[in-house]
């Protein structure tokens, strides 16, 4: 068999650990068997997909030290390597289901959807689609194509049965048709779904291994079913473990730096991360810790990747890494490679205007800077109380931050300021001598330093991010119960006060 493997992220955000780690062992499973490994681009979602977001992923991949054989950037013999320059090939592909009666278009209202799912949930269903359009008459399809009613066309799933594949990490999965809906192939505005997109891709592209993460196995029957339907050989899958944090839960943006920059930034190695990523859910033999990529690739065994979660563990990231500073960087090569990382001409003359009228001595430079290349700040209970704030509203007005930052998309100093004031009247509290206190608090470790929106910006979205959301780890977190309490009056953003009724739940 020809080994041809995929990585397929969205550009709608930056990218994710997560895709960093996918696409690794997807390398390294094509490189050992002597194949070739694919970049696509899955930016059917019109909304949030941007360039920009693609080039941090080229970037990203390429910092790891990832490169790729085919893809939007290098080109290759199934091109485009952009899904929304194929929509022609996924609008027939549909349209080919649909006159062989294995799909079927649905004129549902979004308010009918809406009022199944409503009577499904309190009748114990799964509030799904109920099919009403299944086995529509060709006058019925006739009269409501004449109204000009929108459909999307979805396709038509055994009403009974078994799904059955075999996964190469977990062997034997079975589904019941009965816990698969119909599911929509093309929308409305006769863009595709992401799994109509997905599976046409993987067979026109040859992929004959899909390498992807323990969440998309509820996703597997949907697309052997489109396989089914289309005639087609569906690929080898194999779901790696989930990435998890020391808690045990799936690694989120909500509790632990997740952008692949955070790492770059914060003065990790690539190599090191790359051995570090290979540690998840897989094992050398003898228990080997540090190699390199070349002999992972020699050595790959696929029945040596594990079944569970995958803990990610920066402690032992940071021994990988020193390890690596050790043992691969020259005593001599020493500073150039710091200076490189974090003083280097460019970075430092976007401080020295900060700083220019507030040093006395070259010597209060690293005092008043310090904080730009520290990973981790010394956080006290003192820092994060001005004003006596307690430290559960503390916590919840830096999750407010982080939404109000997400929701512009400006992690800026423009941003921040704008945040910061909404913050102050969405919370109740003062701006000067409680919100500007503690953004100081949570991004320099101390109460006083250079301006705080500049350097807030010069910072940057990635390690901004990780200290606020270390600031409210250290000042203990917020439970589930009150964080679906705060995501629900933020979202009103219509209250006086939002601490107060949050605290009092």
Known sequence: MKVRTRIAPSPTGHPHIGTLYMALFNLIFARHHGGQF?????????????????????????WLGISWDEGPDVGGPCGSYRQSERTEFY?????????????????????ELNEMRIISQKMGGRGGYDRRHRNLSEEEIKAFEESGRPYVIRLKVPLSGEVVFHDAIKGRIATPCSDVDDQVLLKSDLFPTYHLANVVDDHLMEISHVIRGDEWISSTPKHILLYEAFGWTPPVFAHMPLLLGIDGKKLSKRR?????????????????????????????TGDKEIYTLDEIIESFDIKRVGVSGAVFD??????????????SVKVEDLWSRI???????????KLMP??????????????????????????????????????????????GLIWSLDESEQWNKTGLEASAKSLSEVFGVHFKHVIIPLLFATFMGKHQGPPLFDSFEI?????????????????????????????????????NSLITSIIKT
């Open 91 to 111: 609008q027939k592909a549909c349209f080919d289901l649909l006159r062989a009666g294995k799909a079927y278009k649905c004129f549902t209202t979004p308010e």
């Open 256 to 284: 632990n730096p997740t952008s692949a920059y955070y790492y770059r930034d914060s003065g990790y190695l690539p190599e090191a991360l790359r051995n570090f990523l290979t540690l998840m859910g897989y094992s050398m």
């Open 314 to 327: 920066v402690k032992k990231l940071d021994w990988i890494n020193q390890q690596y500073l050790i043992n």
């Open 459 to 495: 910072l940057g979205e990635h390690k901004a991010r990780a200290r606020i959301l270390k600031a409210i780890e250290f000042l203990g977190g917020i439970s589930n119960k009150k964080m679906e309490k705060l995501q629900e009056t933020w979202a009103k953003k219509n209250c």
């Open 339 to 349: 200076r490189e990382w974090g003083f280097n001409d460019e970075f430092m003359a």
């Open 354 to 399: 900060l700083v220019h009228t507030r040093i006395k001595t070259f010597g209060d430079f690293i005092d008043l800077c310090d904080f730009f290349f520290i990973n981790h700040l010394k956080y006290t209970e003192a820092l994060f109380s001005p004003r006596g704030l307690k430290a559960e509203e503390a916590s919840q007005i830096l999750q």
């Open 38 to 62: 694919l970049l696509r681009i899955e930016d059917t979602d019109q909304t949030r997909s941007r360039r920009e977001y693609e080039t941090s992923i080229f970037e990203s991949l390429k």
